[in-house]
């Protein structure tokens, strides 16, 4: 190829429009399935990781008395549905805010990052696109982790409505993660370390958002520390429409509904401003590419 | 024992799969060099001709596929570790990573002079005297993470002497350094030739430094060696290249101008144009440079072109690459 | 400083003397000072720790204690029970999980290949991170015990002679997955990914050996039961019960057999593991990936 070839070709005039969003994101999404497709052998992994885990829990329960989840209004399905539950929810939205600070770590690694925020796109649809394809493997996942308890013994309601109120609660638990996964995610570019907080947060979380127990059983001061999170909401919205019947008809349900959206309505900006700073921060050090 | 380094049909393909296919590139091939102790020997290239392949097999990273090789006397599949206390290695294209970012200056350096068995006084003088020399001092105890690249590179060169080695094999070690630093580093490398006897075996794009510094070049190209010879002998290879190079101050349209000259019965051929600050050097091929000066000029003249220069131009090394590399009779 | 000053120091020259403990010393000093550098992990894990031991303690609480018994270590609550086994499960995660990481780092900064071309051997190399991985796995061991004892009072029997018999314990069940970890490293070397393969090794260690309940309760599933007692960290753990639960030392027969057990693996897995990391050395010297920046 001449000089003069490529150049003819470079200087063609495009009329550059805005690709739409949802055509970035599937782009992100598609990448990231080219990418993922490559390591075939995590998908297995990740699956019989996922069946220990359940099955785990499973003996465990049997251990268990399931007296003290009853008193706390779950009526079926004993303690196996109930850890079942916390552990499968608690893992799902780790995986989400795992997979969006590693995936932006693993930009960093690789040296692509720079490269991507130097294009034209914005960095929230960015963010999205980042996260996009993880949500989409860690719900299969929700589902396999679901279906290996049900056949493990554990019981649920099935009913239509409560079905749909527990999928309204999931869709709220998502989108809180992602602001706590936004949010992390602009420390971590600052600090550049990113599993050790994701981890002590999943760990936190498990701790006061009643994973494993009710929590009742929680000392006062840790029962107050768990509101602040979303997953305590989510978690026994989830709880009341699958282990009780109930729906959104109920005020317990609507209270937890309630709760969830406030804490995304303040979170959001919240989360993209610590976001903002910790990217105008890496930028300003020119560390973006750092790790 | 009488190369430093002597290679004896050197090979090495790398094996890539792609889309279930397998491919074969042959980084290395065949390459037959020898250099003698105390000798400053330049590997020249373009990008993928094979030289870092070339130096990472001395080295003992990777393992030839075929042929081998002795370094200091010592055959590099065969002793490996005889070969490892031999040379001292830099490899700048890394542009500072291989260092522990997260270490600082001085503790990079003593973690790698022990690694080499430098006896603890020595290793602490010296890594003083190379910190002060590459005006890393006061910056010793920050962490490599914050420091430059030219700062990275620094450490890592004063990493390749630590352990006074009799063979220095340094791909690209003015990479990333500021013209000054790179100045030094010339002259450093050239004393410890010179003062010391030292083995030097120096690849870089920069062919200023290679030819003033090199004893004997060898152009790579391929991953074959298509000419190893003194600078000056490569040289009288273009003996009867004639060339005159023009300096244009400003111009309009400068291929209409480049087009205009080569259309001369005088030119033979237009060599390059390149930019050069504020001027355009355009080098043109003529039969007889005295004759080809005053045509050239009048013509560019009558083009109304401003132009400060119209001189004899010597045949450089760069020359001999291109016209090497590009695969061109000799 | 001048050339001719530089060049005037590098003409004395001492001959080099070759020392394993040096460069075992060397690359255990500049790792553990990169590990104190990252502070945020520490603190982070700290955290982590701490809350996972405060986690089980509220999970002991729906515990059946009647069917802890059943686990054959007398009348002992569920807490000490699970605390011992998460201690254990923890340092072995870390120790193995530490050698995979550093290595990938290794390999992803560049920082392989000057240590390829240095005089360290590959052995030196492996033992000097090894020694850093068993402090700072330590370090949170410590705590989990630490925490437990102090603030949930737990009874551990906590004597010297069961602190030296644990230790000892701990120690055998490093090294008889020691082999498995440089195995591990090696593949890593070569397949250059090596993170899930440690997630599922922590998983299926704190499924099947019995971490949070009675081994007993696998009796129903026998695959997984065998399975369990095919792995050297199922015997180790039993030993460290043994010790801390019921106040056994290294010489009662119980613990020996077990301890006897873990040497078996050691003197098995570690010549094996690292004639897999030769090969993996050798092979990336030969594919020429050393380095994959």
Known sequence: MEVEKLVGIISEEVPRRKTPIYRVILSFVVRDFKVWWTYKFWLLLDISGMVLFVVTYYIFSLITTSQQVQEAGYVIGGYFTFALIGIAFQQYVHFAVQSINESIREEQWNGTMETILSTATDFRIFLLGEVCFSFIVSSALLLMSLLVGFILGARFYVTPSSILTAIILTVLLIASHMDIGILSTGVIMKVKQGSPVTWAFSWLSQLVSGVFYPLKLLPWYLEWVGKAFPLTYSLDGIRLCLQSGKDLTSPVIITNIVSLVIFIIVATPIALYVFKIGYDAARRDGSLGQY | ?330 | ?293
């Open chain 2, 1 to 330: 024992m009488e190369y430093a380094v002597e290679t004896s049909d050197l090979t090495k393909v790398f094996e890539n799969k792609e889309e279930g296919v397998k491919q074969y590139i042959k980084a290395v091939d065949h390459v037959n060099i020898k250099v003698k102790h105390g000798e400053f020997f330049g590997l020249l290239g373009p990008n993928g001709a094979g030289k870092t392949t070339l130096i990472k097999m001395l080295c003992t990273i990777i393992l030839p596929t075929e042929g081998t090789a002795k370094v200091n006397g010592y055959d590099i599949i065969k002793e490996p570790h005889k070969v490892r206390s031999s040379f001292g290695w830099f490899h700048g294209e890394t542009g500072g990573r291989s260092l522990y970012w997260r270490l600082n200056a001085e503790d990079n350096l003593k973690f790698y002079a022990y690694l080499q068995n430098v006896p603890k006084d020595i290793a602490e003088k010296r890594i003083k005297a190379l910190l002060e020399f590459f005006e890393l001092t006061k910056d010793s105890k920050k962490l490599v993470k914050d420091y430059s690249t030219g700062m990275k590179v620094k450490v890592m060169l004063a990493r390749a002497l630590l352990h006074n080695p009799p063979i220095l094999f340094m791909d690209e070690p003015t990479i990333g350094l500021d013209t000054i630093s790179a100045v030094e580093t010339r002259r450093l490398l050239k004393a410890l030739n010179s003062e010391l006897g030292k083995t030097i075996v120096f690849t870089s794009h920069n062919m200023f430094e290679v030819e003033q510094l090199c004893e004997r070049i060898a152009i790579m190209k391929d991953g074959r060696v298509i000419a190893d010879a003194p600078p000056s002998v490569l040289r009288e290879m273009l003996r009867d290249v004639h060339a005159v190079e023009v300096e244009i101050r400003e111009v309009d349209d400068l291929s209409k101008t480049v087009e205009a000259l080569s259309n001369l019965s005088i030119v033979k051929k237009v060599m390059d144009a390149k930019n050069e600050s504020s001027n355009v050097i355009v080098r043109l091929q003529v039969d007889d440079e005295y004759e080809a000066i005053p045509i050239v000029a009048s013509k560019l003249h009558s083009l109304g072109v401003k132009f400060s220069a119209v001189r004899r131009s010597e045949p450089t090394l760069e020359d001999i690459f291109v016209k090497l590399t590009r695969g061109e009779e000799t």
């Open chain 3, 1 to 293: 400083m001048k050339v001719e000053e530089l060049i005037k120091l590098f003409k004395d020259d001492k001959p080099r003397l070759s020392s394993e403990v040096i460069h075992v010393w060397a690359v255990f000093w500049a790792n553990f000072k990169i590990f104190l550098s990252y502070r945020t992990w520490v603190i982070m894990e700290t955290i982590s720790t701490v809350a996972s031991i405060a986690m089980y303690s509220f999970m002991g609480l729906q515990v059946d204690a009647t069917r802890v018994v059943l686990a054959g270590y007398g009348e002992v609550d569920w807490l000490s029970f699970a605390l011992v086994g998460v201690a254990t499960a923890n340092y072995l995660w870390m120790c193995v999980s530490r050698l995979s990481h550093s290595l990938q780092h290794e390999i992803r900064e560049g920082t392989l290949e000057p240590i390829i071309t240095s005089l360290i051997s590959m052995r030196s190399y492996i033992i000097g991170q090894s020694i850093r991985g068993f402090l700072v796995s330590g370090y949170f061991m410590l705590g989990v015990i630490v925490v437990g004892i102090g603030v949930l009072r737990t009874p551990l029997i906590i004597n010297l002679e069961t602190i030296l018999s644990f230790i000892a314990v701990i120690l055998l069940m490093v090294l008889s997955y020691a082999g498995i970890g440089i195995m591990a490293a090696g593949l890593i070397l070569v397949y250059k990914k090596g993170d899930p393969l440690t997630f599922l090794f922590a998983s299926v260690t704190e499924f099947l050996g019995g971490v949070l309940f009675p081994l007993k309760y696998l009796e129903n599933f026998p695959i997984l039961y065998v399975m369990a007692w095919l792995m050297p960290y199922t015997y180790a753990l039993d030993a460290a019960r043994r010790i801390l639960l019921n106040g056994a030392t290294l010489l009662s027969p119980n613990v020996l057999l077990n301890v006897t057990v873990l040497i078996v693996y050691t003197v098995i897995f570690i010549p094996l593991g690292l004639k897999v990391f030769k090969w993996g050395i050798n092979r990336i010297r030969h594919e020429g990936t050393v380095a994959t920046y």
